[in-house]
């Protein structure tokens, strides 16, 4: 008992881990209270209506559930539609203020509650694939405490600055040798020192489960443990069946698990090695070359060694395959680990600890074993220093950005202008409608596209222009013997400098022939989607295509796709790089921030038709009889910019253009609203 109560002081108090414990438990409480972000923030933003819809479809997949969404969805609609039309009248001038508020106030009753059923309406998407082992319930606390295949680099660090000094500052203070002179203590000594590392090793790890637990609790909620692990989206494709709290307790018994295996490995390291510095290092490369230089991502869980078991989540995953545009094929990202797989490698792992232990104590009894060195472990040292060196100097560089966007309006999707070119849609021939680019200094013209096989590829008229680039969308058709299916969609980037073509985006829309078995596709409403585009923009990280009631995003590395806006009638939308200026159904104009995610209302604006420039939004004014109004992005400043009621306008710099509603004349104006002939 004497041995455990000093090498306990020496462990936590001469060699500072008591310190060291302390200081990971209040930077993992602080960066979890600071850094952690729910997995679906729309949850938390509509938190009362979304829990409004949860409460009444709660539980498994059922018909009466399909029947209520659906009313509801219709409801919605009407509600929508009706609200739409008496806010029309009201601004029209043919319904009273005290009338619309009468109709509008219950309208808005039903409309309160539509952010919350969107988003139930979306799990409901997810469930009805497979309602079997899909339940409706809160996910971002379970999300949030299992949905993710990250190592815990704080927890990595106090392992090794816990374990290492064990063995490691017997060699560093030269008491290894008369330690190993003792016949009858060495052994006892050293499984003392073992047990103690695995001991204090095992608490941690549980008490790190268990504060994590705590947090999500508190912070989101863990209710319906007992539902289906599917629940979650991230396990969606997994063949494991398992509640989410037994899910949770497996996890934490794989990764203490993986704990003690590490643990193990730095006392071998230590003992093996013979110092300290050195330990720390290859002990850190076992662990980080394999996380991030492995090329699949489930490779790790297939090898054998304590990493997959501290991390332990991909445990549960199933198949999960990602389009590759440039082979045209389902590329694996992630291969489900079977339970035999999971077998093998935990026996293996056991096996080289159990290894490693033995070694530890043969090493620790025989004391004519201190004074030999091999150089072949020197070269072995270096090696490893070396490869970890290499590791931390390679990184990854963050994106580039363009800077300036030219200003992306929906009105004027058919057209783009830069210092050299006009690019248009010219649809003098309804049946070849083409893409032109004319050379303003020579007036040469030409077709932007440069397509050889054009029975099989129809080219939209929507194009997106940005600088020198240009870009547009295809889609590529597949002929069965009887009948013509779309197969594939494509975004094309022109580079106006060369013309030269590439494409930055593909995606496969055949859903009736199966790639590969096990392919998780995209559902038929994703894919029919594509299909209903009607125009689109990007910046550098995302595309952003819009549909007939709705804008999506797309991202351009995983394809991954995401419901930015719905709204019953796309009207006027425009873009600046960051922003997307849009029509909501009150006729009022919204800014939306696709950094953030989040949206606000431009105040003192009803319209329906509006056109963004670099500094200001030119709008009809129906609060004025349809006047053109013009607002300032910058000090939100409105002017008036004509005296006449107006049918339709556009810009085209430095003029507006536009049709008067009395004579039905076209008339051309300058910025401040005089009147160029």
Not at 171 to 190: C, P, W
Not at 289 to 316: N, Q
Not at 512 to 525: E, I, W
Not at 593 to 609: A, K, L, Q, W
Request: glycine content about 6%; some cysteine.
């Amino acid at each position: 008992m004497s041995l455990w109560i000093y090498e306990m002081k020496k462990m936590f108090f001469h060699q500072k881990g008591l310190l060291f414990i302390v200081l990971y438990f209040v930077l993992s409480i602080a960066a979890m209270i600071l850094f952690d972000k729910p997995v679906n923030p729309d949850i938390e933003r509509n938190r009362s209506p979304y829990s409004f819809y949860l409460d009444q479809v709660r539980g498994p997949y059922s018909e009466t559930t399909e029947r209520f969404l659906a009313d509801e969805a219709r409801k919605i609609s009407e509600a929508k539609v009706a609200l739409q039309k008496a806010t029309d009248d009201y601004y029209d001038g043919n319904m009273e203020e005290n009338e619309f508020l009468a109709v509008s106030g219950p309208l808005e009753n039903i409309l309160q509650n539509e952010k919350g059923f969107k988003l139930i309406y979306d799990q409901y998407t997810y469930i009805r694939e497979n309602p079997g082992n899909r339940y409706f319930l809160y996910t971002n606390g379970w999300d949030g405490l299992l949905s993710h295949d990250k190592l815990d680099f704080l927890f990595l660090l106090l392992l090794l600055l816990l374990v290492a000094p064990v063995f490691g500052f017997e060699f560093d203070s030269k008491m290894d040798a008369l330690l190993l002179t003792v016949k009858q203590g060495a052994r006892r000594h050293a499984m003392c020192k073992i047990g103690l590392a695995l001991l204090t090793v095992a608490v941690l790890c549980l008490s790190t489960a268990g504060l994590r637990y705590a947090f999500y609790q508190l912070k989101y909620g863990l209710g319906n443990g007992d539902y289906p692990l599917q629940s979650l989206s991230y396990f969606g494709t997994s063949a494991k069946s398992s509640t989410l709290f037994e899910a949770f307790l497996w996890i934490t018994a794989g990764k203490l698990f993986g704990s003690l295996c590490f643990a193990m490995l730095i006392l071998f390291a230590s003992v093996c090695l013979k110092k300290y510095a050195i330990t720390l290092f290859s002990c850190t490369a076992v662990i980080l070359l394999p996380y991030y230089g492995l090329p699949l991502e489930s490779s790790k869980y297939f090898l054998p060694g304590p990493l997959g078991f501290m991390v332990s989540t991909g445990f549960f995953r199933g198949n999960e395959y990602k389009r590759n545009p440039f082979k045209d094929q389902m590329d694996v990202v992630f291969r489900e680990v079977s339970f035999t797989a999971w077998s093998i490698v935990f026996a293996v792992t056991l096996c080289l600890s159990v290894a490693m232990f033995i070694v530890i104590l043969i090493r620790r009894t025989n004391e004519w074993n201190v004074g030999k060195r091999s150089y072949g472990r020197r070269g072995f040292r270096l090696m490893l220093v070396l490869g970890l060196a290499a590791s931390g100097l390679s990184g990854c560089a963050s994106p580039d950005t363009n800077g300036q966007r030219d200003v992306y309006n929906y009105s004027s999707r058919q057209s783009f202008e830069n210092e050299r070119y006009r690019f248009y849609t010219d649809d003098t021939d309804p049946e070849n409608i083409r893409i032109m680019f004319e050379d303003k200094k020579t007036g040469e013209k030409g077709g932007l596209v440069r397509n050889p096989m054009t029975a099989l590829t129809r080219v939209e008229n929507a194009i997106y222009g940005n600088g020198t680039h240009v870009y547009y969308m295809k889609y590529d058709f597949d002929k069965p013997a009887f009948r013509e299916v779309v197969d594939r969609f494509s975004v094309v980037e022109v580079d106006t400098a060369t013309f030269q073509e590439s494409m930055i985006f593909e995606k496969k829309l055949s859903t009736d022939r199966s790639t590969m078995p096990g392919l998780v596709k995209a559902n038929d409403y994703d894919a029919g989607f594509y299909l209903t585009i009607s125009s689109f923009f990007l910046d550098d990280r995302s595309l952003y295509f819009i549909g007939q009631d709705e804008i999506r995003r797309v991202n351009r590395l995983t394809g991954k796709m995401s419901v930015l806006i719905r709204c019953p009638v796309i009207k006027s939308v425009a873009f600046d790089g960051r922003y997307i200026y849009y029509v909501n159904e009150k006729s009022q104009v919204v800014k939306y921030d696709t950094r953030t995610d989040s949206e606000t209302v431009v105040p003192d604006i009803v319209t329906d038709y509006f056109v963004l420039t670099d500094t200001e939004l030119l709008f009809l004014n129906r609060k004025d009889r349809q006047k053109i109004y013009a607002l300032h992005l910058g000090n939100a400043a409105i002017r008036k910019l004509t005296d006449k009621s107006v049918l339709t306008f556009h810009y085209d710099k430095p003029y507006i253009f536009y049709v008067n509603q009395s004579d039905l004349k076209n008339y051309r104006i300058d910025m401040d609203g005089r009147l160029v002939y």
